[in-house]
């Protein structure tokens, strides 16, 4: 069953640009991964240092095989320009 998450994201004042483009690396990274139908990131056209990350996956197995990656990964480049943690919503839906 195909996962979907939504994890909104704080920048640090005025660094909303400045972290999207320090996410661009990553970004291009995970999307060649197994079971990755979608990794985007999206900047609030109002609120500009809010950043939403829109993720799908094929299925739990792939979606955990990302997270082992990324505890492996380490922190990324952009974790000092974030203002504060970021609230992560699951979602599954029936195709």
Not at 25 to 47: H, I, K, M, N, S
Not at 77 to 84: E, F, H, K, M
Request: proline share 8%; hydrophobic share 35%.
């Amino acid at each position: 069953m195909p996962i979907r998450l939504i994890v909104t994201m704080t920048a640090a004042p005025g660094k909303g640009a400045e972290l999207a483009r320090a996410m661009a690396p990553r970004l291009a990274e995970v999307r060649q991964e197994p079971g990755c139908q979608q990794y985007d990131l999206f900047q609030d056209t109002e609120r500009p240092d809010t950043l939403v990350l829109l993720e799908q996956w094929v299925d739990q197995a792939t979606l955990d095989a990302h997270s082992e990656r990324n505890r492996a990964r380490g922190p990324s480049a952009s974790a000092d320009l974030r203002g504060g943690p970021s609230k992560m919503e699951r979602f599954t839906f029936e195709p």
